[in-house]
């Protein structure tokens, strides 16, 4: 089986822009969660989707969204860049027979300027 | 690389030799523990999971032991090799609960 898979893997964007990153999970998985991982916070949890609805939510403000397709692949929009939201975004995928289990993308770099 | 913070704890071990590296997880109520390697430019690679009616269990050079009692998980990495070299997470899901939560992790870093 392929892995999860994020486009695009690198991009800069100056403040005030928005972005939108995307993600494939593995097949036959229903669930995609995504993280923000810096240096000084560590991973720390964004949001979750499920059958195309938001199952969960981190603390991030609301310029942080996303949504998830039929096909579960999923995308996340930032909106607003602040030189803040410079991060690696990791996507994660889990199946239905072991929902605990997340197995994770390479993730995309982000660089605000 | 991007995972080495300044308060990111590092563990510096011998080839060959065996490495424990250790996390205090915070909840309880967990009762699911997974450990992810995650090598530098790369997203966090699954190693190995215990539930928490196990104490120890074992995978490919690698044990995970649970101490439910002082909420301690360890990873034991035998035979310790230079591909070893990464930041190690600990995870922790609370029941009832689909999203795990992270600790700070460890970096690891095997000199030949």
């Known amino acids: 089986k392929a892995g999860v898979t994020q486009t695009p893997r690198y991009l800069i964007k100056t403040r005030g822009q928005q972005v939108t990153l995307s993600c494939s999970p593995i097949?036959?998985?229903?669930?995609v969660s995504w993280y923000q991982q810096t240096p000084g916070q560590g991973l720390q949890f964004l949001f979750e989707?499920?059958?195309?609805?938001?199952?969960n939510k981190g603390n991030f403000p609301g310029r942080f969204s996303g949504r998830q397709f039929s096909n579960s692949r999923s995308e996340m929009n930032v909106s607003t860049l602040e030189l803040g939201d410079s991060a690696l975004y990791l996507c994660?995928?889990?199946?239905?027979?072991?929902?605990?289990?997340?197995?994770f993308g390479p993730g995309t770099r982000l660089l605000v300027l | 690389g991007e995972n080495v913070g300044l308060h990111l704890p590092t563990l510096s071990v011998q080839e060959g030799d065996n490495s424990i590296i250790n996390c205090a997880y915070s909840?309880?109520?967990?009762?699911?523990f997974i450990w992810y390697k995650q090598e530098s430019g790369k997203g966090p690679q699954f190693i190995i999971d215990?539930?928490?009616?196990?104490d120890k269990r074992q995978g490919q050079r690698v044990t995970v032991l649970l101490n439910k009692t002082v909420k301690h998980l360890s990873l034991q990495i035998a035979a310790t090799q230079p591909g070893d070299s990464a930041v190690y997470f600990c995870?922790?899901?609370?029941?009832?609960?689909?999203?795990?939560?992270f600790g700070r992790g460890t970096s690891l870093i095997v000199h030949p």
């Open positions: 909840n309880s109520a967990s009762d699911y």
């Open positions: 994660a995928s889990s199946g239905v027979a072991k929902p605990e289990t997340q197995y």
């Open positions: 995870a922790e899901k609370k029941g009832g609960s689909y999203i795990p939560t």
């Open positions: 097949s036959g998985h229903r669930s």
């Open positions: 215990i539930r928490s009616n196990m």
């Open positions: 989707y499920f059958s195309e609805t938001q199952r």
